[in-house]
C-alpha cells in the first residue's frame, strides 16, 4: 500500500524561455527531419513601417533544404540587409532561386513575381549569373555557377513569375 503524502509533488513554474526553448527545440527537430528526407522547408513575410506608407514595405524569408543526409543550407530572400547601422529595407529584393546542376547543363528557377519579360536581364560573367529586373518590383541576384558555361546558349522561359534559365555546360 503507498501513501500519497509521500510521493513528491511536482511543482512547475515558466520564468518566460518556455516558448524560446520549444521553438528552438522544433526548430531542431525540423532540421533533422529535412536531413533525413532531403524535403526542404520555406517561410517568408513581409511588414510596412509606420508613417512611410508603400515606401518601407519589408519582405523577408529563408529556404532550408538539404540533399538526403547532406548537411542542411540555409538560404535567405527578400530585401532585408544587415547594415552597421541595424536591418535596412532596401529598394531591390534578392529573389528565390533554385540551382540544379544537371549531367549536362546547370537549370536556375528564379520566382519574380509582378515581373514582365521584358523587365528581367540575364548576364554571365565568367563563372557568376547576374539576374536583375527593371520597373515597379526590382530584383537582383549574383549566382555562383558550379562549373563553365557557354553564355551564347543560354536558354530563357519566363511564365507566371518564374523564370527558368538553362545553361549548357561549356
Known sequence: MTDDKKQPKEISFDL???SIFKGL???IDVLGEVAETGEEIQRSGEFRVKGLGDQARGVYGFTVR???GGAPKVEHFGNIRA???GPTVVETREPLVD???EEDEIL???ELPG???EEIQAEIRDDILSLETTGQHRFAKEILLSAPVDADA???AYKNGILELRLAKA
Do not use: R
Open 115 to 117: 515581373v514582365s519579360e
Open 154 to 156: 543560354m536558354q530563357k
Open 83 to 85: 547594415t552597421e547601422e
Open 25 to 27: 527545440g522544433d526548430l
Open 108 to 110: 536556375i528557377v528564379a
Open 66 to 68: 538539404t540533399n538526403v
Open 16 to 18: 518566460g524561455f518556455g
Open 99 to 101: 540551382v540544379f546542376d
